[in-house]
């Protein structure tokens, strides 16, 4: 187990972006996904233009990458690839088929069962994936493969992370026999592949919205049979990304549809403001935020901080130092929807918590330290009523 979280570790930094994400340049990322727009605009308007969305999608995030990191990464997937495709045509010898519901839709990956909207509930029979780690290949699909990535050998990695992408749908598809797979997946450039895949095995590939979403150009170009987005916003910025704009629906989930009836049947306490931290490190922009809050709490209001809960350590680590004068929510004590419920204001930078919280009816307050890089970045909150934090007097 330690040797796999490892290997995760190592891979994520490999992939890791040259720049964080309110630091980048957006208008040459936009330039960038023109520029390979204007040159494939005809291509992409085949039906069978899937690989190519791929491989777009590919371009724009190798785009972020350092030189050496893709020098890298190109190097070792050749080696990586022949041992992966041995092992996998090995496992497919040994795999057995089993009987499920004739009208299956698995989710793939650890999504909760409150983002998956209601009208895919309704119509098909749920089961989470078991195992992500499982993988097969057989000789067909090895030859379809094969047969359509000759054109990229010069691109390794973008081969072999498809080959182990296809092989993990393709033990999903052999031991599940779904209508549908359901994925959290529009950042994997993986992801149209995947769903012409699918769809020549009559299965639709679907996504769900699982958090805010910004302009991010390694969301560019991607296509499922459907993509659910919460806000029909999301259409225009996915439109500027060139993703697919047909696969679009608009449906909120029910965790959504939970938080609006609660704030509607709920009146805020006054004076209360909740700082959701997760994203701010930065040193100079950590004093920004604690001096503003000194500030307003000398106004006489409660401050309360509430760390993102996958990131504890780091938090008590590194920000804690910051801001150990106001009071701190525990997420494992405190339900996100009862944190919500207890605050008259909710404050943040780039977090789905800030839309959630409008959609509560509670007002909003966006840290300003880098308010030209959020609305570069064109979030929705940005563009929702709220205070910011350097102006707020309450």
Same mark, same amino acid.
């Given at each position: 187990?330690?040797?796999?979280?490892?290997?995760?570790?190592?891979?994520?930094?490999?992939?890791?972006?040259?720049?964080?994400?309110?630091?980048?340049?957006?208008?040459?990322?936009?330039?960038?996904?023109?520029?390979?727009?204007?040159?494939?605009?005809?291509?992409?308007?085949?039906?069978?233009?899937?690989?190519?969305?791929?491989?777009?999608?590919?371009?724009?995030?190798?785009?972020?990458?350092?030189?050496?990191?893709?020098?890298?990464?190109?190097?070792?997937?050749?080696?990586?690839?022949?041992a992966f495709i041995l092992y996998t045509l090995l496992c497919n010898c040994f795999f057995k088929?089993?009987?499920?519901?004739?009208?299956?839709?698995?989710?793939?990956?650890?999504?909760?069962?409150?983002?998956?909207?209601?009208?895919?509930?309704?119509?098909?029979?749920?089961?989470?994936?078991?195992?992500?780690?499982?993988?097969?290949?057989?000789?067909?699909?090895?030859?379809?493969?094969?047969?359509?990535i000759s054109r990229y050998l010069f691109h390794p990695y973008f081969i072999f992370k498809l080959?182990?992408?296809?092989?993990?749908?393709?033990?999903?598809?052999?031991?599940?026999?779904?209508?549908?797979?359901?994925?959290?997946?529009?950042?994997?450039?993986?992801?149209?592949?995947?769903?012409?895949?699918? #769809?020549?095995?009559? &299965?639709?590939?679907?996504?769900?919205?699982?958090? %805010?979403?910004? =302009? $991010? +150009?390694?969301?560019? @170009?991607?296509?499922?049979?459907?993509?659910?987005?919460?806000?029909?916003?999301?259409?225009?910025?996915?439109?500027?990304?060139?993703?697919?704009?047909?696969?679009?629906?608009?449906?909120?989930?029910?965790?959504?549809?939970?938080?609006?009836?609660?704030?509607?049947?709920?009146?805020?306490?006054?004076?209360?403001?909740?700082?959701?931290?997760?994203?701010?490190?930065?040193?100079? #922009?950590?004093?920004? &935020?604690?001096?503003?809050?000194?500030?307003?709490? %000398?106004?006489? =209001? $409660? +401050?309360?901080?509430? @760390?993102h809960p996958l990131h504890k350590n780091v938090f008590y680590k590194k920000v804690y130092p910051?801001?150990?004068?106001?009071?701190?929510?525990?997420?494992?004590?405190?339900?996100?929807?009862?944190?919500?419920?207890?605050?008259?204001?909710?404050?943040?930078?780039?977090?789905?918590?800030?839309?959630?919280?409008?959609?509560?009816?509670?007002?909003?307050?966006?840290?300003?330290?880098?308010?030209?890089?959020?609305?570069?970045?064109?979030?929705?909150?940005?563009?929702?009523?709220?205070?910011?934090?350097?102006?707020?007097?309450?």
């Amino acid at each position: 187990m330690k040797l796999k979280n490892y290997i995760r570790l190592l891979y994520f930094w490999f992939l890791k972006d040259t720049n964080i994400l309110m630091g980048r340049n957006i208008d040459a990322d936009k330039n960038y996904i023109e520029k390979l727009y204007r040159e494939n605009k005809l291509l992409l308007k085949r039906s069978n233009h899937y690989f190519l969305r791929s491989f777009l999608q590919y371009k724009c995030q190798m785009h972020k990458l350092s030189f050496v990191k893709r020098i890298a990464l190109n190097i070792i997937s050749p080696f990586l690839m022949i041992a992966f495709i041995l092992y996998t045509l090995l496992c497919n010898c040994f795999f057995k088929t089993q009987d499920f519901h004739k009208n299956l839709a698995v989710i793939n990956g650890n999504i909760n069962d409150d983002l998956i909207p209601e009208s895919l509930q309704r119509q098909y029979q749920l089961v989470k994936c078991k195992d992500n780690y499982k993988f097969i290949l057989d000789l067909h699909v090895l030859i379809w493969l094969i047969r359509i990535i000759s054109r990229y050998l010069f691109h390794p990695y973008f081969i072999f992370k498809l080959i182990v992408k296809i092989s993990q749908y393709s033990y999903l598809i052999n031991c599940y026999h779904p209508k549908v797979i359901i994925a959290t997946s529009e950042y994997s450039f993986c992801s149209s592949v995947l769903t012409g895949f699918c #769809e020549e095995q009559e &299965i639709k590939h679907f996504n769900v919205m699982h958090g %805010e979403k910004s =302009f $991010n +150009i390694r969301d560019s @170009f991607f296509k499922f049979s459907h993509c659910y987005i919460w806000e029909d916003y999301y259409v225009d910025l996915f439109q500027t990304l060139k993703a697919d704009i047909n696969q679009f629906i608009v449906e909120r989930p029910p965790k959504q549809l939970k938080i609006i009836s609660l704030g509607d049947s709920s009146k805020p306490p006054e004076n209360i403001i909740k700082f959701y931290w997760g994203s701010e490190y930065n040193k100079d #922009e950590l004093i920004f &935020i604690s001096q503003h809050l000194k500030r307003i709490k %000398e106004m006489g =209001f $409660n +401050i309360i901080v509430r @760390f993102h809960p996958l990131h504890k350590n780091v938090f008590y680590k590194k920000v804690y130092p910051f801001l150990k004068t106001f009071k701190i929510e525990d997420p494992a004590s405190v339900t996100l929807y009862t944190s919500l419920l207890e605050t008259e204001y909710v404050f943040g930078t780039y977090t789905t918590v800030l839309y959630e919280g409008y959609l509560m009816n509670r007002k909003l307050i966006i840290n300003d330290f880098n308010y030209l890089s959020l609305l570069e970045l064109n979030c929705i909150s940005i563009h929702l009523s709220h205070s910011r934090l350097s102006e707020f007097k309450g």
